[in-house]
Structure formats: structure tokens, C-alpha cells
């Protein structure tokens, strides 16, 4: 380590960095079609382990909670942990064989119904156009309802005769099943091997940190992981109360399409600020092809449920706000879509509150340090000497006498 410093500070040594850092940029950017290949093929191979840790990531506060409520009077930890994670395995199971026997074919039945539906949407749709046009406008849309007619039947046509790309989408499909299912199983043996896994970790920390920075990062990473399961644990569940309501007031007023339109409710509902919006209209368009009637039922019930989801429900689950302003959170959302998609959306609260911790715990204050040096500096500097006003009273100075 002292070899590499005292030649670090030899006066060569900056120029050799920077000549060696140019040419490693230039081969990165000239080869880097080939590293974009490489990335994605290292990508596709790791699928199932980053599957894994996400998974084990998210079941994790269920294993802790499984061991320090269900299983606290174990006193053997191996045993302990063992259970919790065999528990835990169980009920994520039979939620998920429930979900499919009973989610699936319901699913399933609302697309075909709504596909074998279309030329009577088709229809009714042209008819309520022409109603609100005779109504306001009174002008020709024969071109326009012949248009919307011809361009939802191609789409129908071309999905039909281009089943090679409906094959291929269907293998993507059954490569992320796959992809799920091995990350399932690693996920459970990340968490079954969590405490040696967590011991590495520490021990390399400790090699590279001192005692009191290890401290201080370990109590920074406890509070993100924190706002992390915080976060995206109420937002699942939250996503899961507003679509049982949904299903049940669907059900109960006899609205059609009840599993598909509530899954569309549910899962929108992941997504912060426009997330319920997006929800309301994709289910209204559904429903206003079959009866307009009940899309406005639909929409004044939408209305109804996200007011008392965001006074009531929201506030309930999450103990208050992240701290996050209102217009933090729509730059972030915005950024987040713009950088990974939905997950970039659904993650971008979290992040952005992160941020702002980090921004007023440490840059805020280090700013402070600084500037209080450099003041103490200023201040440490003695007072300005006069200068000589004028050329002629030095050089009068400088002559011998």
C-alpha cells in the first residue's frame, strides 16, 4: 500500500493515469456495440438471481416477523429462522395457487368475452358518437366511425395472421415464468443462508471501514431499507384493498368484466399520482363499449373510493407522508418512467426520499463545515497593509541615502 501512494506521487504518475484513462474511454466507446451485447447476455443469464434477491428482499420483513411474533419461544436461532422461512414459503404458495384458480380463468373469460364482443362495441360505440354529434356538433362523421371501424378490424386481422410474432410473445412470456419460477427458488435460499450471506458482507465492510463509519453507513443502509419495505409494503397492500373494493362493489351492482377491470384497478393503483387516473379510464373505455351507464357508475365509484383512499387509507397505512413535496414527487415519478419504466415509477417515492435525506444530512451540513472554515480562515488572516501609493515614493525608498 505505501509502494502505490509514493508512486502516486511521483510526477509521471498523473500523466500515466490520464493517458491510460484515455485509451481505456476510447475502446469502451469503439467497442461498445460489443459491451451492450455482452451486458445483455450477462443480463439474461442472472435474470433468475436478481429475481432471487428481489423476491428474498421483499419476503424478508414477513421471515422477521414470522420469528419475532409467531416463533419467538424457540430459543434455538437455526431452528427458529428455519421455520420462519418454511412458513412464510407455504402462504406465498397457496396465495399464489388461489390467485391463479380463481384469477386466471376469470381473466381469461373477460378478454374472450370483450373479443368476441367487438362488433357489437363497434356498433354501440358508433351509435353514441353519432347521439352526442347530432346532439352538439351536428357534423359528418361517417369518415371518422369508418376509420375507428376499418382500423379496429385490421388490428384484429393482423393479430390473427401474424401468429409467429404472438408465438414469440407467448415464449417471452414462458422465459419470464421460467425466469420467476428459479428465482422463487433462490429466493429461498437467499433467505435461508441470509445469516452467513449478512456475515460476509459485514466482514468485507469491516476490512475497508473503520468501526465509527461502518456504524454510521450501517444506521444510513437500516433507514433506507426502512422507507424501502415501508413504501412498497403499504403500496401492495394499499393496491390490494382497492381492488377488492372495486371487485365488490363491482359485483354487487352487476357490472361486467369484474376480475379484469379490478385487476387493471389494482395494479395501476402501484403506480403513484397517476396510477388511479390511468385506472379509472382504461376501466371506463372497457365498460362505456358494453353500457355507457356503467362506466358512469364505474367513474363516480372511482372517484368516491381514491378520495377516501388518499383521507383515509393511504394516511392509515403509511403513519403519515415521506416528507417528500408534492413537486419533488412528480419530477421524480417523471424522471423515474423516463429511466426504467413502471419499476422506475413505482420506485422513484422511495429514491427521491433517500435523496432528500442524504441532500439534509450530510450534503447540507458539510456545506455548512466548509463554510465556517473558510470564514475561520478570513477571519485568521491578518488586516491589509497599506500599499505604496505612488512608483516614485518606492523608488525614493530604494535609493541610498
Not at 395457487?97 to 381469461?108: E, F, H, Q
Request: hydrophobic share 50%; with cysteine.
Amino acid at each position: 500500500m505505501k509502494k502505490i501512494k509514493e508512486l502516486l506521487h511521483k510526477p509521471w504518475s498523473s500523466y500515466t493515469v490520464a493517458t491510460c484513462s484515455a485509451v481505456l474511454l476510447h475502446f469502451l466507446l469503439s467497442h461498445l456495440s460489443s459491451f451492450a451485447n455482452a451486458f445483455s447476455s450477462l443480463k439474461s443469464v442472472l435474470s433468475p438471481v436478481i429475481i432471487g434477491l428481489i423476491i428474498a428482499y421483499l419476503l424478508n420483513p414477513v421471515v422477521n416477523f414470522f420469528e419475532t411474533k409467531v416463533f419467538k419461544k424457540i430459543k434455538k436461532k437455526s431452528v427458529k429462522h428455519t421455520l420462519s422461512v418454511t412458513l412464510t414459503v407455504i402462504i406465498i404458495l397457496i396465495c399464489l395457487s388461489l390467485l391463479i384458480a380463481t384469477l386466471i380463468p376469470s381473466l381469461v373469460s373477460s378478454v374472450s368475452n370483450l373479443i368476441a364482443n367487438k362488433d357489437r362495441y363497434i356498433s354501440a360505440a358508433e351509435g353514441f358518437i353519432e347521439k352526442f354529434n347530432n346532439s352538439f356538433f351536428r357534423i359528418d362523421i361517417s369518415k371518422i366511425t369508418e376509420t375507428v371501424d376499418s382500423t379496429i378490424n385490421n388490428l384484429f386481422d393482423t393479430l390473427y395472421n401474424n401468429m409467429s410474432t404472438v408465438m414469440t410473445a407467448l415464449k417471452g412470456v414462458g422465459a419470464g415464468v421460467s425466469n420467476f419460477a428459479f428465482g422463487f427458488i433462490f429466493a429461498i435460499c437467499f433467505l435461508i443462508g441470509k445469516d452467513s450471506l449478512m456475515g460476509l458482507i459485514k466482514k468485507v465492510r469491516l476490512s475497508y471501514m473503520k468501526a465509527e463509519r461502518y456504524e454510521t453507513t450501517n444506521s444510513f443502509w437500516s433507514r433506507c431499507n426502512g422507507i424501502f419495505v415501508k413504501y412498497l409494503g403499504c403500496t401492495v397492500i394499499d393496491g390490494i384493498i382497492i381492488g377488492i373494493l372495486n371487485a365488490v362493489f363491482m359485483a354487487i351492482t352487476g357490472i361486467p368484466y369484474v376480475a379484469l377491470i379490478s385487476v387493471i384497478v389494482g395494479v395501476t393503483n402501484l403506480i403513484p399520482t397517476v396510477g388511479p387516473i390511468i385506472g379509472g379510464a382504461l376501466g371506463a373505455f372497457i365498460l362505456v363499449l358494453n353500457k355507457p351507464v356503467y362506466a358512469l357508475y364505474f367513474l363516480i365509484f372511482t372517484v368516491i373510493i381514491q378520495s377516501l383512499d388518499g383521507m383515509v387509507i393511504k394516511p392509515k397505512l403509511f403513519s403519515g407522508s415521506l416528507g417528500l413535496p408534492a413537486i419533488w414527487s412528480i419530477i421524480a415519478i417523471t424522471v423515474g418512467g423516463k429511466i426504467a419504466g413502471i419499476a422506475g415509477i413505482i420506485l422513484s417515492i422511495p429514491i427521491a426520499t433517500i435523496l432528500l435525506i442524504m441532500y439534509r444530512e450530510y450534503a447540507l451540513p458539510w456545506f455548512d463545515k466548509r463554510k465556517n472554515k473558510l470564514n475561520g480562515i478570513k477571519e485568521a488572516l491578518p488586516p491589509d497593509t497599506e500599499e505604496p501609493e505612488t512608483e516614485n515614493n518606492e523608488t525614493d525608498e530604494k535609493k541610498p541615502s
